[in-house]
């Protein structure tokens, strides 16, 4: 039976930031490759995340925002939203900045990747959208299969 860990948010890590510990295997007592932590932010904060994970994933649960990664790209932004998904690998920090109605974000790090296989760069902004538009493009080439 699943069962939902909302963490304490009493302690911030920055300005506007509060964070707690959404799932971590020594909360289970498992040996699960995975930690993953809830951030609230704010509308206007901007949070500094370290990243440990070998392939790294931000899902916005509410608000709208911006990304970057670091190492930093020249004029990089990542755009987030409700339901978005900002996938990252190769990357030791992101930064995440609030918009107007703040940002609540899931922030999972994969930690039991491979370690002799280096991560391919990859920084990309998944929504519900554009997966469905894939997805079509996909079915109409006849590479997926409609259910």
């Given at each position: 039976?699943?069962?939902?860990?909302?963490?304490?948010?009493?302690?911030?890590?920055?300005?506007?930031?509060?964070?707690?510990?959404?799932?971590h295997?020594?909360?289970?007592?498992?040996?699960?490759?995975?930690?993953?932590?809830?951030?609230?932010l704010?509308?206007?904060?901007?949070?500094?995340?370290?990243?440990?994970?070998?392939?790294?994933?931000?899902?916005?649960?509410?608000?709208t925002?911006?990304?970057?990664?670091?190492?930093?790209?020249?004029?990089e932004?990542?755009?987030?939203?409700?339901?978005?998904?900002?996938?990252?690998?190769?990357?030791?920090?992101?930064?995440?900045?609030?918009?107007?109605?703040?940002?609540?974000?899931?922030?999972?790090?994969?930690?039991?990747?491979?370690?002799?296989?280096?991560?391919?760069?990859?920084?990309m902004?998944?929504?519900?959208?554009?997966?469905?538009?894939?997805?079509?493009?996909?079915?109409?080439?006849?590479?997926?299969?409609?259910?």
């Open positions: 039976m699943p069962q939902v860990c909302t963490p304490d948010f009493s302690a911030g890590c920055a300005e506007g930031v509060r964070s707690g510990p959404w799932f295997p020594d909360i289970w007592g498992q040996p699960v490759p995975l930690t993953v932590k809830r951030r609230r704010d509308p206007g904060a901007t949070d500094r995340i370290p990243l440990r994970g070998r392939e790294n994933f931000a899902y916005v649960i509410a608000g925002g911006a990304a970057a990664a670091s190492p930093a790209t020249q004029g932004r990542l755009a987030l939203g409700t339901e978005s998904v900002l996938w990252l690998t190769g990357c030791d920090q992101m930064s995440a900045h609030a918009g107007p109605d703040g940002l609540d974000l899931l922030v999972a790090e994969a930690t039991g990747l491979d370690p002799d296989v280096p991560p391919f760069p990859m920084r902004v998944l929504t519900a959208a554009g997966q469905a538009a894939l997805a079509a493009d996909l079915a109409a080439a006849g590479l997926l299969a409609r259910a």
